[in-house]
């Protein structure tokens, strides 16, 4: 595919591990991600994206100390972290509030 520079379907593309999934409505599909998305903590989310980042530099061993530190240094420290365990403690739904 790469080499010959020939497209490949969707299902080939699933078929190979290329993707995840194939979906036939795009739209919803992605307007499925978004509102599950938006229903997570948004500083926590913005610490994830960090963490993905970092992670892919340098060797295996130094990226996961620079995220067990990015954890632990600050998405333990945010008040959405402390949110999340009481309402898993409490049974029902977290109220995020970014911070």
């Not at 739209?27 to 989310?45: I, P």
């Amino acid at each position: 595919m790469v080499l010959l520079g020939e497209p490949v379907s969707a299902e080939e593309a699933l078929r190979h591990g290329l993707v995840s999934r194939v979906v036939d409505d795009l739209e919803a599909a992605t307007a499925d991600w978004v509102s599950r998305l938006a229903a997570k903590s948004g500083s926590v989310l913005a610490l994830a994206r960090r963490a993905v980042r970092q992670g892919a530099r340098g060797t295996l061993p130094k990226a996961l100390a620079r995220t067990e530190r990015l954890y632990l240094e600050e998405v333990t420290r945010t008040r959405d972290s402390e949110e999340g365990v009481e309402a898993f403690l409490e049974k029902r739904r977290p109220r995020w509030t970014d911070r």
